[in-house]
């Protein structure tokens, strides 16, 4: 699992979006708004293509939580990611 191309992780301020690009140019019809968390998630699957499972030990070792916790997070944080088409399954 990873973001589909094209989308691109943006900070204004102390503030996280996720927009699409297009030939340079930015999209902002659709913009998601991530927090600090959110936001570094984000930029960890763009790394690379990781499960959910990977992504949850990366939350553990990251934040110092409990791992039940972690996996809860994770799965709701991608499953809002991808009700919103923003993630490339096809691997």
């Given amino acids: 699992m990873r973001p589909k191309k094209g989308l691109e992780l ?39 293509c990781f499960t959910a499972e990977e992504l949850a030990q990366w939350l553990c070792d990251a934040y110092d939580v409990d791992s039940d916790v972690a996996q809860a997070d994770i799965n709701r944080q991608l499953a809002e990611w991808e009700d919103y088409g923003l993630l490339d399954n096809s691997l």
């Fill in 10 to 48: 943006r900070q204004i301020g102390n503030r996280y979006i996720i927009v699409k690009v297009c030939d340079d140019l930015v999209n902002m019809t659709d913009v998601f708004t991530l927090n600090r968390t959110a936001a570094k998630l984000w930029q960890r699957m763009g790394e690379g």
